[in-house]
């Protein structure tokens, strides 16, 4: 889940988890309608959040959402949950 960083089953579209799965951090990004964005109101690009990443130039974010990092995405943050 990219908002709060589970591989357990739940709809991760509508996460609204306020701390990562582990309870360790708050949660760094939010779905709001769907969409994702941090908590201070910049829209996140959900593409890069998955393990291939995204090559794309466009007005979305390319930050880590959990973490807020720009060398990866949720699949690869550390604060993941682990497979």
Not at 12 to 27: G, K, M, P, Y
């Amino acid at each position: 889940c990219a908002v709060c960083l589970g591989r357990n089953p739940h709809r991760t579209v509508e996460c609204s988890a306020s701390r990562t799965w582990d309870n360790l951090f708050d949660v760094f990004s939010e779905r709001i309608k769907k969409a994702l964005w941090t908590k201070d109101g910049r829209q996140l690009c959900t593409s890069w959040q998955r393990e291939e990443g995204c090559n794309s130039t466009h007005g979305y974010k390319h930050l880590c959402s959990g973490c807020g990092s720009s060398e990866h995405g949720a699949q690869r943050c550390t604060r993941a949950q682990k497979a």
